[in-house]
């Protein structure tokens, strides 16, 4: 089935660095959506994004949504431990069809 | 405000068992969702349901797998006569309204088959 593609699957970054991670789809997505899951947890939900164009912050955290509509990269700025984890982006279609999921960035900090 | 509850956290099957895996959305929300992860994988859409109502199971495999959300009382996944393949992470979220809306995960229900 329909999937996005997430890279890297994994980077490992030193305390303090900048971190890039970018989803794509063949298709065009009317909804961008990026998720933190930690060991053992649930996804938890960091930003969504609803415009084409759209560029969102959160905290250390901003988000674009392609202009295309078929991209959205995630930055996190300055780096901290406490953000190792598997960054998800998740897409939806249309109003009325289920979020398909990326398999996940990797992220690991070293202090 | 507790958040989406799922249990147990941790579920261990021999083939040819059944499990259940409940779910509790938050409180006041009534859409529940149903995802899988495999491992190093991304969530997979299994199900969408309304009290008392399927909405869409596009993503539920044809046999074994069945879920309900009752007027009263958690959503249930059931998993008929597991084979080792059935081995993953089942996650449940909630929604206040419609699906568009934004979603909110449990903890998730990591099975295990033997």
């Known amino acids: 089935g329909q999937q996005l593609n997430q890279s890297p699957q994994s980077m490992f970054i030193q305390e303090g660095e900048d971190v890039s991670m970018n989803c794509t789809s063949s298709s065009i997505f009317n909804t961008w959506l990026w998720y933190k899951q930690d060991p053992g947890e649930g996804p938890v939900l960091l930003i969504a994004l609803y415009k084409a164009g759209e560029l969102t912050s959160n905290g250390r955290l901003t988000a674009q949504f392609g202009i295309t509509r078929k991209d959205s990269f995630l930055n996190i700025s300055a780096s901290i431990p406490s953000d190792v984890g598997i960054y998800f982006c998740a897409g939806r279609k249309s109003g009325n069809t289920p979020l398909v999921f990326g398999k996940g960035t990797r992220l690991s900090v070293i202090a | 405000n507790a958040g989406v509850m799922q249990n147990p956290r941790h579920l261990v099957r021999r083939r040819g068992q059944e499990a259940r895996l409940r779910c509790s959305p938050m409180?006041?929300?009534?859409?529940v969702y149903w995802y899988r992860q495999l491992p190093e994988e991304g969530l997979k859409f299994m199900v969408y349901l309304q009290k008392e109502n399927i909405i869409d199971e596009s993503g539920m495999p044809k046999e074994r797998f069945s879920a309900e959300f009752p007027k009263e009382g958690p959503s249930i996944l059931r998993i008929q006569q597991v084979v080792r393949g059935d081995s993953a992470a089942y996650f449940c979220?909630?929604?206040?309204?419609?699906?568009?809306?934004?979603?909110?995960f449990g903890p998730g229900t990591r099975l295990l088959v033997l």
């Open positions: 979220a909630s929604s206040p309204l419609s699906w568009e809306e934004t979603q909110y």
């Open positions: 409180k006041g929300h009534s859409h």
